[in-house]
């Protein structure tokens, strides 16, 4: 994990609210180590800001792509922070800390060259580009699911709609990085996966349709696939201000019942998104 400042190369508007960042971070090393796991995980994040004192806090985004000394961040602007980072010039400088967190577990390559779905909505979508292309390389068969909210997207029709989306959220990007990918706007993407078959489901997006996706392999006898990538508003993101923490099923099972105010514990209890997670087993989040 580093700290320092990178050059923004490109800073690109992707959709009405979607940018594409890319900067050179020269203390990148993205070479795997000798295990053959990359140096960045999909599912890592870094915290980032191009500001000196305000706002306060860097703002966690999950790592797009890497490669060499590039790395690429999808965000959506959703407020101050965000805000700031879309107007960002090649040229400019952003402070990138990272790579942070524990992300999609890559050591199921190795096993399961198997079948492993992505389920991606809104900015969820963001970890999945580097997860499908790690996959891929692993061997494995990475289907994607892409689901946007029909919001931004009001005036125009629904035939309208599919195209603006496929050039806007980069399907055709993303379509090179995996064996099939569909892509839902305005409905539940959810209703496009069925679980059974895959040796590994990855989701990240909104908490409501993550618990969906989550009902859904239950119910299909394959809730132990599903792996959830969390969000959580972060305050440093490495560990120390306690900030993030969420309960867990392993809380719940080890104390026997949750203390809304009760301590941390070192092992179980409750989990802290930035270290711990953001990706977690699904059973241990929606398990309780
Ligand atoms: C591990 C992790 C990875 C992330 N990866 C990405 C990514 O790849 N792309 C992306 O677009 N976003 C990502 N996010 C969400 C991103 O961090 C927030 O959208 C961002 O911090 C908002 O900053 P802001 O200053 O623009 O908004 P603020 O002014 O701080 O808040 C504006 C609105 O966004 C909400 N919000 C702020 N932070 C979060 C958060 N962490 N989670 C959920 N809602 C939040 C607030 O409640 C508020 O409604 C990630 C979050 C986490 C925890
Ligand atoms: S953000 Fe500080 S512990 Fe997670």
Known sequence: ??????????????????????????????????????????????????????????????????????????????GRGTAIFSRLKPGDSITIQGPLGNGFPMELCSTASG????????????????????????????????????????????????EVSRAAFLTEEYRDRADSITVNVGGFITDAVDPVGYDAIFTCGPEVMMKALWEKCKAAGAGDKLFVSLEARMACGVGACYGCSRKTASAFRENGAFKENG????????????KDGPVFPAQEVFGL
């Not at 301590?263 to 930035?274: P, S």
């Open 115 to 162: 079948r492993v779905a992505m389920v991606g909505g809104g900015a969820g979508i963001a970890p999945l580009y580097l997860g499908a292309k790690q996959y891929k390389a692993a061997g494995c068969t990475v289907d994607l699911y892409l689901g946007f909210s029909g919001a931004a997207y009001n005036e125009v029709s629904r035939a309208t709609c599919n």
């Open 1 to 78: 994990m580093s700290c320092s400042k990178a050059a923004v190369r490109s800073n690109r508007q992707v959709s009405p609210d979607f940018y594409l960042l890319e900067a050179e971070w020269p203390s990148l090393d993205d070479a795997p180590g000798s295990d053959g796991i990359p140096a960045i995980r999909a599912g890592q994040f870094c915290m980032l800001r191009s500001w000196d004192s305000i706002p306060v806090l860097s703002r966690p985004i999950s790592v797009f792509d890497a490669d060499g000394n590039r790395v690429s961040f999808l965000y959506k602007t959703v």
């Open 263 to 274: 301590a941390f514990r070192e092992n179980g209890g409750n989990k802290k998104v930035c």
